[in-house]
T-cell receptor
Framework: GEDVEQSLFLSVREGDSSVINCTYTDSSSTYLYWYKQEPGAGLQLLTYIFSNMDMKQDQRLTVLLNKKDKHLSLRIADTQTGDSAIYFCAERAGGYQKVTFGTGTKLQVIP | DAGVTQSPTHLIKTRGQQVTLRCSPKSGHDTVSWYQQALGQGPQFIFQYYEEEERQRGNFPDRFSGHQFPNYSSELNVNALLLGDSALYLC?????????????FGPGTRLTVT
């Protein structure tokens, strides 16, 4: 079955890079996603990567995928206080429509 | 271009009651998924609707049911509410023709069961 794990908390200083890590178990994953959730709000799709890719860059965001280790990471360059939120990693397994989410990583940005 | 909208924003119900939550998908999207997010947890998949049919279901009891209308909007119904049903209910929409790659979420309905 699908299982997605993330560390619970990350604290960085403003201007530094943040790296949020995630591991997943389903080797048939087709798409892997990063979502951002601010307090009291829904989920905002940040970026996603197809499982046959190793890396995807989108402005300050870089996603790295290691299929062998089933490890996904999100790097945020020049982290700002507005980046403080909970970040969810999620996977969609091949042939299935549902998306399985991790428990989220709370990113705290210190001014 | 309106994104995914949900109503109501907040709702308070008593144990044993029934509730209906509503969702309008993003313009151009034909597939709607519902998720339950308990406090401090990631969203859990409830079910997905496409062409007015339930296409896939997560590990939720039959008390959770849904419907999709011809205009692609959707409802989530929960019967015989339990205290444990208190959560943020999120609706997400996607486009079948784009292989459901991008799933966009609404702001959610906060349900409190007392």
């Amino acid at each position: 079955g699908e299982d997605v794990e993330q560390s619970l908390f990350l604290s960085v200083r403003e201007g530094d890079s943040s790296v949020i890590n995630c591991t997943y178990t389903d080797s048939s994953s087709t798409y892997l996603y990063w979502y951002k959730q601010e307090p009291g709000a829904g989920l905002q799709l940040l970026t996603y990567i197809f499982s046959n890719m190793d890396m995807k860059q989108d402005q300050r965001l870089t996603v790295l995928l290691n299929k062998k280790d089933k490890h996904l990471s999100l790097r945020i360059a020049d982290t700002q206080t507005g980046d403080s939120a909970i970040y969810f990693c999620a996977e969609r397994a091949g042939g299935y429509q549902k998306v399985t989410f991790g428990t989220g990583t709370k990113l705290q940005v210190i001014p | 271009d309106a994104g995914v909208t949900q109503s109501p924003t907040h709702l308070i119900k008593t144990r044993g009651q029934q509730v209906t939550l509503r969702c309008s998908p993003k313009s151009g999207h034909d597939t709607v998924s519902w998720y339950q997010q308990a406090l401090g947890q990631g969203p859990q998949f409830i079910f997905q609707y496409y062409e007015e049919e339930e296409r896939q279901r997560g590990n939720f009891p039959d008390r959770f049911s849904g419907h999709q209308f011809p205009n692609y909007s959707s409802e989530l119904n929960v019967n015989a509410l339990l205290l444990g049903d208190s959560a943020l209910y999120l609706c997400a929409s996607s486009d079948e023709d784009r292989n459901l790659r991008e799933q966009y979420f609404g702001p959610g309905t906060r349900l409190t069961v007392t």
